[in-house]
């Protein structure tokens, strides 16, 4: 009965690791300080491409200065950060999470952005309004209301005083898109800017009611970072002229 | 028996022990003990403890049924890629589990190869189900068993089998009357194990079934989401409860079928 008692101690020790082991959130980024001063960037998710292209653009214009992004849903970074995660700048996709931050200096609001409905190309089920989300046998994908996508959905969708339920509620937003690419919802509520980023994929359908959840993000230099002479260049790059264009390009409205 | 331990072994043996015990004290060293019972009431906790005690035990059930078989088929006959299929078998072992997800997505999804069929059939969609968890769990862990039973079969005395065959047994009768009973404890360490899996199953359960609470948010998920949500405590909490629940009952059954002689 060798076989069982090899597996018996596999068993006590599985269940440790399988219960206790969560999602690891990635984060392994940011080396140990070097010459050039690496910069590490916890960004939402809805920034992931626009500050993509300005991360490259930032090292073609600082030479010998590396940036690694670590992108996520804005509450989960903010539990990341307060835990000791090593990052030197934080840009949130609202205030409310990057108040989360305890040792956040002072953050600014670089843009703002609202939401739209993201629909699977030529729109099948012809959503023109928060309205039609109701409708039985709709898939819907919402943002976990800890999220700022999440929470804007929320404040749209009183706004219209109707109830969606949702089959899903995502993590970030890229998850809530992804769903509605794979085809697997009919709806999702996303930032104009992610279905910008997936207009090969989905249709937005602008609604009213996202001008009164329009979310701002903040940005800022945290108080621990390892590297705060390049966290703040690279704040003040993404504020710049040249940060900007980047930023209004991916649909993001000025502050 | 008295002989000394050599250091060579025992030093890693240590080290290997606290690596596997310190995050369990870090876990404990958190918890606030003080909410731990309020928390247990409160109706969302009780909601995704449930939904993972059941989903757990009901994949644990389709993996018996599936993995059981197949387990008979890899030890007992000999058929042309057999070696192509034991290794099929491993890899839901080796991917991600958020892989597996994606994978079933484009497999069992609205959209999937086998999915859109059963859409446009019968109207049936597993994502966002609490089916679909159950479906999840069972690909993460039907290798587990099926590893398990398959060694338990391995390791087990043929003579019996080819005692039975020679006193006119058919082989259906031979494998319930008499492999079945001889490799029951294996079976049982496999469904032990296969269900401890499901139980902790993450990854493919928030990508292939999605994250709704009642529906398809396990207890992982809830834990996730709370942490996400930047309630560390919170998630602290509901790890504990899980970690709790999943080693009494892994305790409990252990006395119970596999204290074999």
Redesign the interface.
């Known amino acids: 009965?060798?076989?069982?008692t090899t597996?018996?101690f596999?068993?006590?020790?599985?269940?440790?690791?399988?219960?206790?082991?969560?999602?690891a959130c990635g984060s392994d980024g940011a080396d140990t300080a070097a010459s050039g001063g690496p910069v590490t960037v916890f960004a939402a998710a809805s920034l992931t491409e626009s500050f993509t292209t300005l991360g490259e653009q930032f090292e073609a214009a600082h030479p010998g200065t590396t940036v690694t992004f670590n992108f996520g849903?804005s509450?989960?970074l903010?539990?990341q950060i307060?835990?000791g995660a090593p990052a030197d700048v934080f840009a949130s996709a609202s205030p409310k999470?990057m108040q989360?931050v305890t040792d956040a200096g002072t953050p600014t609001t670089f843009v703002r952005n609202q939401l739209v409905i993201a629909v699977g190309k030529g729109n099948p089920k012809r959503v023109a309004g928060l309205a039609d989300l109701t409708a039985p046998g709709l898939?819907v994908?919402l943002c976990?209301?800890?999220?700022p996508c999440g929470a804007a959905a929320k404040t749209a969708v009183d706004a219209a005083g109707v109830t969606i339920t949702?089959?899903?509620?995502?993590?970030d937003v890229k998850a809530a898109l992804s769903?509605v690419k794979?085809?697997?919802?009919d709806a999702a509520l996303v930032y104009r800017t992610d279905a910008r980023t997936s207009a090969a994929d989905v249709d937005a359908i602008e609604f009213p009611e996202s001008a009164k959840a329009v979310n701002d993000y903040p940005i800022a230099v945290l108080g621990n970072a390892k590297n705060p002479a390049g966290g703040q260049a690279f704040v003040d790059y993404v504020l710049s002229a040249d940060g900007t264009k980047v930023l209004t390009a991916a649909g993001f409205q000025a502050p | 028996m008295r002989t000394r331990v050599p250091l060579p072994l025992l030093i890693p043996a240590g080290i290997g022990l606290v690596f596997l015990v310190l995050p369990l004290a870090g876990l404990l060293a958190r918890t606030p003990w003080s909410s731990l019972l309020t928390r247990l009431a409160e109706p969302e906790v009780t909601t995704a403890l449930r939904l993972s005690l059941v989903t757990a035990s009901v994949a644990t059930l389709v993996c018996l049924l599936l993995g059981v078989p197949l387990a008979w088929l890899l030890a007992r006959v000999e058929f042309p890629g057999r070696r192509i299929v034991r290794a099929l078998i491993t890899v839901p072992l080796v991917l991600p589990p958020v892989v597996g997800g994606i994978a079933l997505l484009l497999a069992l999804g609205r959209r999937g190869l086998v999915g859109s069929w059963l859409d446009e059939t019968f109207g049936i969609t597993l994502p966002f189900t609490t089916a679909g968890v159950v479906i999840a769990e069972a690909f993460v862990a039907l290798p587990f068993l099926v590893i398990a039973v398959e060694g338990a079969l391995r390791g087990a005395d043929t003579r019996y089998e080819e005692a039975a065959a020679t006193l006119g047994a058919t082989r259906w009768t031979s494998f319930t009357h008499v492999t079945l009973p001889l490799v029951a404890p294996g079976i049982a360490a496999g469904a032990v194990l296969c269900w401890a899996r499901a139980l902790g199953e993450f990854g493919a359960t928030i990508t292939f079934a999605g994250n709704y609470p009642g529906i398809t948010q396990t207890m992982p998920l809830a834990v996730y989401q709370t942490m996400e949500s930047g309630d560390l405590e919170g998630a602290v909490v509901l790890s504990l409860i899980l970690l709790t629940v999943s080693v009494t009952i892994l305790a409990a059954l252990r006395d119970k079928w596999l204290t074999a002689p």
């Open positions: 009965m060798l076989a069982v597996s018996r596999a068993v006590a020790g599985l269940a440790v690791l399988t219960t206790v082991s969560l999602a849903g509450s989960g903010a539990t307060n835990e999470n989360a898939k994908a976990a209301e800890a999220v949702p089959v899903t509620l995502e993590q769903k794979l085809g697997e919802v």
